[in-house]
């Protein structure tokens, strides 16, 4: 029985989980196809500017950090399947338009801004509403290996897509990729509308109308999802800039063609897929120490890896940073999603994507203007080092106060509608 409940693809006999993984399988491999052939041609309208990259990068993640914590109330109050078909169908016209632009010769950078701003004010609704999704898909018990096949499909594609990129790139420049990516929506959709809505598990609606303010009271009253969220802040602000480091030191340090950068990106990726693979077997939710430890090895290997003087040694000290910096983002998503009660699940998710990925516009203005100044290694070595010693700092704090985990529902179980209870 606990070798049947420990086998790493369980979540997959789940009928709901299992059309949605294909779904996003397709679509997230077109986003990452999207990502590159974007960095690629904000690269070549501007000379290779890395401050031009940083602003498109700040200008797609600033919406989530203005929008996201509503987003989350959306998820919390509305049919999340709903929510993720319209979002993915406005993403797929907001790429179109932008294919068009760039296979008619009349694309530029505004253009590109534009698309930047529109594609993350809808992901500010998407992404909390899908990681909130997957617990209604697979429910509690379930939901660790789900969240972690999540990031392996994730993976996955973001290994295939950049890759498939390059190729395409080299051979019919960026037009072509973007409708490939406008088409790839389309496959979450019919997931979504294949569906079996009686099986999904939801939880109660509260008395009351969701409210950002409760979803905030709610997480500052338990210590032990402050203190991930905290460490994800740091390192997502400055250890997390790699859709704008990578391209610049494929580019500007190795001399990479489109095929070699869409290589170099699928490297961090594969160690990334490898970390999520191995989270898989996760059957409960991650100690402290856990959390705190392996943010340590991430700001480790990046900073070794901003060292690399080769571009073979390069591919692999990336793919091990791309282990460590998944197997990370997991650990803290396991700890929040899993210590967190389901009628508040919606919001906290919101501001772990808000940490996690909203203060990106941030970092990637910081790192953007590190890069112009030292070159593409300081993006690389000061995120690493920043990282580090957010985590030192983590692991020293908790010597002194203690790390106790609050109850969940694991151990004690409490209505879904209740403010106090603390169902995963």
Request: proline letters at 5%; a positive charge; hydrophobic letters at 50%.
């Amino acid at each position: 029985m606990e070798n049947k409940r420990r086998t790493p693809f369980r979540s997959l006999a789940v009928h709901n989980f299992r059309l949605f993984a294909v779904g996003q399988v397709v679509s997230v491999a077109g986003t990452w196809m999207m990502v590159t052939a974007q960095d690629w041609l904000v690269l070549s309208l501007t000379g290779d500017s890395g401050t031009a990259l940083g602003t498109v990068t700040a200008l797609q993640f600033t919406p989530l950090l203005l929008f996201t914590l509503y987003g989350g109330r959306l998820a919390d109050r509305y049919d999340k399947r709903l929510l993720l078909g319209v979002a993915n169908l406005v993403s797929g016209a907001l790429a179109l338009v932008l294919a068009v632009l760039v296979l008619t010769g009349s694309v530029r950078l505004w253009h590109v801004h534009l698309f930047a701003l529109g594609l993350g004010t809808v992901n500010a609704v998407e992404v909390p509403a899908r990681m909130a999704f997957v617990s209604e898909m697979v429910g509690p018990d379930l939901l660790p290996n789900a969240s972690a096949l999540s990031a392996a499909y994730f993976n996955t594609a973001r290994v295939l897509g950049p890759s498939l990129a390059g190729l395409l790139i080299a051979a019919l420049d960026v037009g072509p990729v973007m409708v490939l990516n406008a088409l790839s929506y389309l496959a979450t959709v019919i997931a979504l509308r294949r569906m079996r809505p009686g099986e999904l598990s939801r939880p109660e609606r509260a008395a009351r109308a969701a409210r950002v303010i409760d979803g905030l009271r709610y997480v500052r009253s338990r210590p032990d999802l402050v203190v991930p969220l905290t460490l994800v802040a740091v390192i997502g602000l400055f250890g997390f800039n790699f859709q704008l480091t990578l391209p610049l030191l494929a580019r500007t340090v190795f001399d990479s063609d489109a095929a070699a950068f869409g290589l170099l990106t699928a490297a961090f990726a594969a160690g990334s897929l490898l970390a999520a693979f191995a989270t898989t077997l996760r059957g409960g939710r991650p100690t402290a120490p856990a959390v705190t430890g392996s943010a340590l090895v991430f700001g480790l290997l990046e900073s070794v890896a901003g060292w690399a003087p080769d571009y073979p040694t390069a591919a692999v000290l990336l793919g091990l940073t791309g282990f460590a910096a998944l197997y990370f983002a997991q650990a803290a998503n396991h700890r929040v999603q899993l210590g967190s009660d389901p009628a508040y699940r919606g919001r906290v998710m919101a501001l772990y994507t808000l940490i996690l990925q909203g203060l990106t516009p941030l970092g990637a203005l910081l790192v953007g203007w590190l890069t112009v100044r030292h070159g593409a290694r300081s993006g690389l070595y000061a995120g690493g080092l920043v990282s580090s010693a957010a985590a030192i700092t983590a692991l020293t704090a908790s010597r002194f106060t203690g790390g106790a985990d609050r109850p969940t529902a694991l151990t004690s179980p409490a209505p879904a509608s209740s403010a106090t209870g603390r169902n995963p």
